[in-house]
């Protein structure tokens, strides 16, 4: 008798697991793992999954250095914020960037780097090359000969091509202005010491894709404004 009410038990906890795994991957675009769902339930116990958290500052160090963006520089976003998937991965399920803006997006990126390889490159250039963050294999955007001990080999940016979004490292000043225009949220992970091996920026953000041109050229202006913060504090160290 106990073995059959286990065996039941089993099998309820399947089916609900099972729904629960059907209900992440159906938003998105890209093969889901167990792995990836199962950190995303722990995310979810933690509440780190909610708007409220996504959105909240309050954990942005102070820095006497100012930002690197303005009021004037980020207007206020002119729709409201996209339906997105806050787990592991980080995905904007609505409101993706057409085909036309990514192509942009990409021919952006080309001008501005160089294929990444193993050796060393002039401090000036910037590298581009498979993400060692975005299991999806984006395109990230590295710092060249970059410390060791800097988050993930360098890389400060990467772009969704599933859905045209960006995650950044930005200046905290930075951070909290796109997120109070509505240009951006935080990653649920922010903070975090993963395995004990990488601690994830507090202000690593996704910011949104863009839809149009006038949303490209304010891309490209935030995108200006992680560099030179990043090129900068690589310098200090």
């Known amino acids: 008798?106990?073995?059959?009410?286990?065996?039941?038990?089993?099998?309820?906890?399947?089916?609900?697991?099972?729904?629960?795994?059907?209900?992440?991957?159906?938003?998105?675009?890209?093969?889901?793992?167990?792995?990836?769902?199962?950190?995303?339930?722990?995310?979810?116990?933690?509440?780190?999954?909610?708007?409220?958290?996504?959105?909240?500052?309050?954990?942005?160090?102070?820095?006497?250095?100012?930002?690197?963006?303005?009021?004037?520089?980020?207007?206020?976003?002119?729709?409201?914020?996209?339906?997105?998937?806050?787990?592991?991965?980080?995905?904007?399920?609505?409101?993706?960037?057409?085909?036309?803006?990514?192509?942009?997006?990409?021919?952006?990126?080309?001008?501005?780097?160089?294929?990444?390889?193993?050796?060393?490159?002039?401090?000036?250039?910037?590298?581009?090359?498979?993400s060692v963050v975005e299991y999806t294999g984006a395109d990230g955007i590295f710092l060249p000969n970059a410390n060791q001990n800097t988050f993930e080999k360098g890389e400060f940016a990467h772009v969704h091509s599933n859905d045209g979004s960006f995650h950044m490292i930005l200046h905290p000043s930075d951070a909290k202005l796109l997120i109070n225009k509505q240009w951006a949220e935080k990653f649920p992970l922010n903070g975090v010491n993963l395995f004990n091996k990488i601690i994830v920026p507090d202000t690593y953000l996704l910011v949104y894709a863009p839809q149009n041109e006038d949303d490209l050229k304010i891309w490209k202006t935030i995108l200006n404004a992680a560099i030179n913060y990043n090129r900068d504090n690589q310098n200090k160290h």
């Open 1 to 130: 008798m106990l073995l059959l009410v286990a065996f039941v038990i089993l099998i309820i906890l399947f089916i609900l697991f099972k729904r629960s795994f059907n209900q992440y991957a159906s938003g998105l675009r890209e093969q889901p793992t167990y792995l990836l769902w199962l950190i995303t339930r722990y995310i979810n116990f933690k509440g780190w999954s909610t708007e409220e958290y996504c959105l909240s500052t309050s954990n942005f160090k102070s820095n006497e250095q100012s930002g690197y963006l303005s009021e004037k520089d980020i207007p206020l976003r002119n729709q409201s914020r996209p339906k997105m998937l806050r787990a592991v991965p980080h995905r904007q399920l609505t409101q993706q960037a057409p085909d036309h803006i990514m192509y942009e997006i990409h021919k952006h990126i080309e001008s501005i780097s160089i294929p990444r390889y193993n050796g060393e490159a002039p401090n000036h250039l910037l590298l581009r090359g498979k």
